[in-house]
């Protein structure tokens, strides 16, 4: 069946550095893949979408990059900030049917000052 | 206020009884979804709602029922709470545009249901 891998240890860095998160999948390939950040006892929150065509896709400090061969994403985060330190969710989809959504487990990053 | 708001935050319940969860989404947003989170899971579906009157079960609907009459609305009933539907339960919404589904979902901040 179809996965979702992310990094189950706890991401720790020092503020103004680049955090790297990694999300592999197993099998087909998705048609876009998408990450999220959730906070302890709050809902998860859209971040960014990468579709299959696309190689990166950036958002101010955020930048995700897709690699089909590899199965794999990154997610990176410049210049970090203890206000980062959350939980990031990675999410495989399948073209126009987000009811078919995989979710990994999500890495947690904590960002010390 | 604009957005997804979902009730009870936290409910604790016994088995046997029934709950319902509320949804309310003031965007208009076509699709609803219901998810649980459990520690060791990812997010799953339970059920999801492409529109008003049309409903589908997802990955875990067992034991779960959901109706949509109104486009803002999506409750979730439990009709015969088990210990094992102990979980954070999240609803979101997303839009579509021009007939094509988005993907990005938006979530409401979760119930918090425990069933003694």
């Known amino acids: 069946s179809q996965k979702i891998e992310q990094n189950s240890e706890a991401l720790n860095i020092q503020e103004g550095k680049t955090a790297t998160l990694t999300c592999n999948y197993t099998?087909?390939?998705?048609?876009?893949l998408q990450w999220y950040r959730q906070d302890p006892g709050r809902g998860p929150v859209f971040l960014l979408l990468?579709?299959?065509n696309e190689k990166e896709k950036r958002k101010e400090r955020l930048k995700v990059t897709f690699d089909t061969t590899l199965k794999q994403s990154l997610f990176h985060i410049t210049a970090s900030q203890p206000a980062d330190s959350a939980t990031y969710l990675c999410?495989?989809?399948?073209?126009?049917?987000?009811?078919?959504?995989?979710w990994g487990l999500g890495t947690s990053l904590a960002v010390n000052p | 206020d604009a957005g997804i708001t979902q009730s009870p935050r936290y409910k604790i319940t016994e088995t046997g009884r029934q709950v319902t969860l509320m949804c309310h989404q003031t965007?208009?947003?076509?699709?609803m979804f219901w998810y649980r989170q459990d520690l060791g899971h990812g997010l799953r579906l339970i059920y999801y709602?492409?529109?008003?009157?049309?409903?589908d079960k997802g990955e875990v609907p067992d034991g779960y029922v959901v109706s949509r009459s109104k486009t803002e609305n999506f409750p979730l009933t439990l009709e015969s709470a088990t210990r094992s539907q102990t979980s954070v339960y999240f609803c979101?919404?997303?839009?579509?545009?021009?007939?094509?589904?988005?993907?990005?979902?938006?979530f409401g901040e979760g119930s918090r249901l425990t069933v003694l």
């Open positions: 099998n087909y390939s998705p048609a876009y």
């Open positions: 709602s492409a529109a008003a009157d049309i409903t």
């Open positions: 965007w208009s947003h076509s699709y």
């Open positions: 990468i579709r299959e």
């Open positions: 999410v495989w989809g399948y073209a126009g049917n987000n009811r078919k959504l995989i």
């Open positions: 979101a919404s997303s839009p579509q545009t021009g007939g094509v589904n988005t993907g990005e979902l938006f």
